[in-house]
């Protein structure tokens, strides 16, 4: 009896493995596509990890994979794939693609910079328009008119592919602005603003134009060139302001440049990433023109990010972010490193370290106590359900920026300014909120190395 147990466990084991091989092996005969009223189906297609044809060897990987390709074109709000039998089925549902709404920012480096003052002076508005799926092929349309701190005007077009077998695409952005106040020195890690009653004191003209390539899913490949010009008033380059705002002390400055990015993408979501990893490096030549001075320099940057699952709801992620910058002494509206855009260390939200080299790390643990979709706009149009997701995290970011302080010209005086050219390091904890997978916030109380601490907000992912 004992044996003829055991020979009947074999027999349902080795059932159930050869319907599962079954359901894993497969030949795609067909791919329907439902809910793209506007959106190419080709546009679709080229996200998929499998072609009609194929023979599919692990179904489940391909169908989230997928379904994280799509998710990750932010055209659509829900993607269904499933199978039936030899056919695919993809079900999407698609957002709104135009979108003329006011636009309201701040000026200062982040919302908790902002913050501190309330100012209105200091607020950003004005008209957006963004168009994005344009005739169904995931083209874009970016317009502003902004007044208000910065006065611009704004215009970018993408075409993410023109060629038939869909590698290789193009996209071309100009822009405009003036500003009355102008971010003109450094002091105690600090941005300092200078107004001159008011007028306007420096005004932006560019136009820049790239090439890319995606041969693969999962690596691009960009190619670009472009100039801005910068002009400023006599009053900023003045000795009691910043002679060094410009390169050769200059009332104008061109920067003609050309570059190459490269970016490995496997992100599961890349507004709000829980798995995979995320390479990305970038070269640019440019030219500075300053009066009669002129200056070569050359500008490499590298980061490495990774995410992953330490346990159930328990996730993790680390990043790794580096520059080189060949010019030792830059110009003032050169020497940004950490404290701009996403390259900072949480604690220093007020601070900035500028310089031309850094060296940036952050790692961090999220818990996930909330995910679930819940009823939303019933009576609009797809948007009636609402992905939401809640995060705990705990986190550690440190960061080292070398800068030539003794032969600066741009008023970073190693006297007032402390961060340079020694190791900073930030922690604490935060909550993130997460709905429609890519709109984030966050809110993090944080300490420096000086166990200074506040509270900071922002609304995208800390790496």
């Known amino acids: 009896m004992k044996y003829l147990t055991l020979i009947i466990l074999c027999c349902v084991t080795q059932a159930n493995f050869a319907q599962n091989l079954a359901d894993s092996f497969f030949t795609v005969d ?72 006011p636009e309201l920012d701040y000026a200062d480096r982040n919302l908790s910079q902002w913050l501190l ?5 200091r607020l950003i508005y004005g008209l957006r328009l963004e168009w994005y799926n344009i005739r169904g092929r995931n083209e874009t349309m970016q317009l502003d008119f902004i007044t208000g701190y910065t006065r611009m005007i704004n215009f970018g077009y993408k075409v993410p592919y023109f060629n038939k077998r869909q590698t290789w695409g193009a996209q071309i952005f100009a822009t405009y602005s003036s500003n009355k106040e102008v971010w003109y020195k450094t002091e105690d890690d600090k941005v300092q603003f200078f107004r001159d009653r008011d007028r306007d004191l420096i005004q932006r003209r560019g136009l820049e134009f790239a090439v890319t390539h995606r041969k693969k899913i999962f690596s691009y490949h960009q190619f670009y060139s472009g100039f801005l010009i910068i002009s400023i008033r006599d009053t900023i380059r003045k000795n009691e302001v910043n002679p060094g705002f410009l390169f050769g002390n200059a009332l104008a400055q061109r920067e003609n440049y050309i570059g190459y990015n490269f970016i490995h993408d496997r992100r599961d979501f890349k ?15 440019a030219k500075l023109i300053g ?16 995410y992953f699952r330490l346990a159930g709801p328990l996730f993790g992620s680390f990043n790794v972010t580096g520059r080189y910058y060949s010019l030792k002494n830059p110009p003032y509206n050169k020497v940004r490193a950490l404290g701009y855009g996403k390259d900072y260390i949480r604690g220093y939200e007020l601070k900035v370290i ?3 080299d850094f060296f940036l790390g952050k790692v961090e643990t999220k818990y996930r106590f909330l995910n679930r979709t819940y009823p939303f706009m019933k009576r609009v149009k797809n948007y009636e359900v609402l992905p939401l997701a809640l995060y705990l995290s705990a986190y550690f970011d440190a960061g080292f920026v070398n800068y030539d302080v003794q032969n600066s010209v741009s008023r970073i005086d190693s006297v007032v300014n402390k961060l340079p050219n020694s190791w900073q390091y930030g922690f604490g904890a935060g909550l993130n909120i997460v709905m429609f997978y890519d709109y984030c916030f966050r809110a993090e109380y944080s300490f420096d190395k000086f166990l200074n601490n506040r509270m900071y907000f922002s609304f995208v992912a800390s790496m």
């Open 30 to 101: 067909t791919i329907i596509i439902t809910g793209n009223k506007r959106t190419k189906a080709n546009i679709i297609t080229r996200e998929l990890t499998f072609r009609q044809g194929d023979t599919i060897r692990n179904w489940e990987y391909h169908r989230e994979q997928s379904r994280k390709q799509l998710i990750n074109l932010f055209l659509f709000n829900e993607i269904r794939i499933d199978r039936e039998g030899n056919v695919v089925v993809v079900r999407v549902t698609e957002r709104w693609y135009l979108w003329p709404y």
């Open 271 to 285: 507004g709000f990433p829980l798995h995979g990893y995320l390479v990305k490096s970038g070269l640019e030549a």
């Open 354 to 356: 500028d310089g031309s």
């Open 291 to 306: 009066g009669v001075s002129t200056v070569n320099t050359i500008a490499f940057k590298t980061s490495l990010s990774r």
């Open 117 to 121: 003052t309330r100012d209105p002076k």
